[in-house]
């Protein structure tokens, strides 16, 4: 009689860079965007998104073709 061999487990994986930006322009030029970030409390994911928003804000805010 063959063995029978089970296996179990977590397979976890970890990106080494936990925030993910997504820019996209729109047809008449404008811009909009996807923020995620994963972190280890809220208050850190909050301030990542936050900030990051304010610098694409910057950036892309009313910024349409020439």
Known sequence: ???KLEVAGTIMFD????VTVE???GQRGAYGW???VKG???GDVLESI???DQQLRNK??????P
Do not use: L, N, Q
Not at 15 to 18: E, F, G, K, Q, Y
């Open 15 to 18: 990106s080494a860079d936990p």
């Open 60 to 65: 892309y805010a009313g910024a349409e073709t």
């Open 23 to 25: 820019v996209t322009r």
């Open 40 to 42: 280890s409390t809220k």
């Open 50 to 52: 936050e900030s990051i």
């Open 1 to 3: 009689m063959p063995e």
């Open 34 to 36: 996807t923020i995620k």
